[in-house]
């Protein structure tokens, strides 16, 4: 199964200038200026966020009236306490005590209740550009946007948030599946680069070594669903338009970022895509994970910077039509991933072996046979 629908832009850019956005979850201080030169691991831009209060119920816990709390507090409401602070006592002298559990700002104290709010400090959140180039754009309060040359990889499906790493190169041909004790502490905040698909178990091990990312051409439901430990799909499949992937269970640590490149099932990586990847191996790179079915639609992309000298770079990203002589690769379900050359575009539709009327393409695959698919199943790479 595959979640990819043609959006005109080619999987694969072999080097074009890549527009980076990074943004605040909410306003902040941006610490870059337009046409400073920024690295991976730098601070472009910070914000102050307003962690959850908490409820204390001090009554119970001295024992107490409720409407005794405020005369038992030690401080008053608006004054700060440190963690582990005695903040309230029963009686001025060998009553119970009540200390703070966590550091933060007394905000409210209920006299029916005998509830106290204690705000904890804001936490610092800090934007790093996770990649390699310029600031183009700031966006004042909000983030920036980053430019640089670099080959590019899309894929159809991902999650987790953009990071930067190495990439390693952990398979030998694009069939082959990542498994769980090919991954050692060596590849410890690299990205990963697989064949056909990645098992719960293998990702799992991925977290433990503190792999930042994995690309591959496919992955079970099955698979997918128990690394997040969702007791099953079916919660997130609820249309293309209004496609989402639901929040993972807040107990279990997910921190890792997965781009796929073909869809569900077992499906090997396109063959033009995992020699990309391959030819950059030990290099440094951008993985994007978020997935956006709906306007505006977002691919999960692998980013990896180039030199301004590499001979070829474009502009703007090549968006190839599908006419004769293109090099395509297939998306219907019977022929995913494969690569061939169109030998003719029909100027009207034709009839397919599903009796269906469409306009449609011949393409030579790279056995030498020729198939009839329609035009929407192809996706053109040259």
């Known amino acids: 199964m595959s979640l990819y629908l043609p959006t005109g832009t080619s999987p694969l850019i072999n080097g074009a200038l890549a527009r980076i956005e990074r943004r605040l979850p909410q306003p902040g201080e941006v610490l870059v200026r337009q046409g400073q030169r920024v690295e991976p691991e730098e601070i472009v831009a910070r914000a ?26 030690k401080k008053e409401v608006g004054n700060k306490v440190a963690q582990g602070e005695i903040f309230a006592r029963s009686s001025p ?14 905000t409210a104290v209920d006299a029916e209740t005998g509830y106290v709010t204690l705000t904890p400090d804001p ?30 990889v899309y894929g159809v499906f991902g999650f987790g948030p953009d990071r930067s790493g190495v990439l390693h190169l952990v398979v ?13 502490a060596k590849y410890a905040y690299s990205i990963l ?15 433990k070594e503190q792999v930042r990312g994995v690309i591959v051409g496919s992955i079970e439901a099955e698979e997918l669903t128990t690394f997040l430990d969702w007791s099953s799909a079916n919660g997130w499949r609820v249309g293309i338009g209004g496609w989402q992937m639901l929040a993972a269970n807040p107990h279990v ?31 440094e790179a951008l993985i994007e994970g978020t997935t956006r079915l709906r306007f505006p639609l977002t691919r999960p992309r692998v980013v990896i910077p180039l030199s301004a000298r590499t001979p070829g770079l474009q502009l703007e990203p090549p968006q190839p ?24 575009v029909s ?32 996706e053109a790479l040259t």
């Open 48 to 73: 102050y966020l307003p962690a959850s209060p908490q409820v204390l119920n001090v009554a119970r816990a001295l024992s107490i009236p409720p409407a005794s709390v405020e005369r038992a507090l």
């Open 253 to 283: 640590r997910h921190d890792i970022t997965l781009v796929v490149t073909e869809g569900f099932g077992a499906r090997p990586m396109s063959a033009a895509l995992f020699e990309k990847l391959a030819a950059h191996d030990r290099q």
């Open 123 to 152: 936490v610092t959140y800090e934007l790093q550009a996770t990649v390699r180039g310029i600031v183009m754009e700031v966006l004042p309060g909000r983030g920036v946007r980053i430019e640089t040359p670099a080959a590019q």
């Open 193 to 207: 680069i697989g064949g056909s698909g990645v098992s719960a178990n293998a990702l799992r091990r991925a977290v």
């Open 321 to 344: 039509r599908v006419r004769p002589g293109a090099q395509v690769r297939l998306l219907d379900g019977e022929h995913l991933g494969l690569v061939g050359m169109v030998r003719a």
């Open 93 to 106: 002298l060998f009553g119970r005590t009540y200390s703070a559990p966590i550091a933060g700002i007394i």
């Open 347 to 378: 100027a009207a539709p034709r009839r397919l072996s599903s009796r269906v009327r469409a306009h449609a393409v011949d393409v030579t695959l790279e056995d030498g046979s020729t198939i009839l698919v329609p035009i929407s199943a192809v």
């Open 172 to 184: 030998t041909d694009p069939s082959e599946q990542i498994e769980a004790d090919k991954i050692t």
